[in-house]
């Protein structure tokens, strides 16, 4: 598996906003997902009917913050969850909560690297 980013979500404490911003400046189709969470999708790359992208790129979210100091989150694609959680904490990076599973999507860990900068771990669903 490659260890790239696949996944990212921008936080915002107006969503209309920057709906408008991003779809104006680059095209980016935003959708209230559906579901009982206030999530967005953004398609930066047409995807099909199991929202696999159609072609190269990244698609990602955005949600309403409920705090300031969120930032923009990238998701880098792995084998094992647990085994990458291991391998953050003994490289001096932190584990930020607990992993948590996304229905249909698979299971997630945010974490800090050592220099406190943010990013987000994915294991995938194998289908």
Same mark, same amino acid.
């Given at each position: &598996?490659?260890?790239?980013? +696949?996944?990212? #979500? *921008?936080?915002?404490? $107006?969503?209309?906003?920057?709906?408008?911003?991003? @779809?104006? %400046?680059?095209?980016?189709?935003?959708?209230?997902?559906?579901?009982?969470?206030?999530?967005?999708?953004? #398609?930066?790359?047409?995807? $099909?009917? =199991? &929202?696999?992208?159609?072609?190269?790129?990244?698609?990602?979210? &955005?949600?309403?913050?409920?705090?300031?100091?969120?930032? =923009? *989150? $990238?998701?880098?694609? +792995? #084998?094992? *969850?647990?085994?990458?959680?291991?391998?953050? #904490? @003994?490289?001096?990076?932190?584990?930020?909560?607990?992993?948590? =599973?996304?229905?249909?999507?698979?299971?997630?860990?945010?974490? %800090?690297?050592?220099?406190? $900068?943010?990013?987000? &771990?994915?294991?995938?669903?194998? +289908?």
């Amino acid at each position: &598996m490659d260890h790239t980013p +696949v996944h990212f #979500e *921008i936080p915002t404490n $107006n969503v209309e906003k920057l709906k408008k911003f991003y @779809s104006n %400046l680059f095209g980016w189709k935003i959708e209230k997902s559906q579901g009982p969470l206030d999530y967005w999708t953004i #398609e930066t790359v047409p995807v $099909n009917e =199991q &929202m696999k992208p159609l072609r190269p790129g990244i698609n990602g979210g &955005m949600y309403k913050s409920e705090y300031q100091n969120f930032k =923009q *989150i $990238n998701y880098i694609s +792995v #084998e094992n *969850i647990d085994d990458y959680i291991k391998e953050v #904490e @003994s490289l001096g990076g932190t584990i930020q909560g607990e992993k948590k =599973q996304v229905p249909n999507v698979g299971w997630i860990a945010h974490a %800090l690297d050592p220099e406190g $900068n943010p990013f987000a &771990m994915l294991q995938p669903i194998k +289908v």
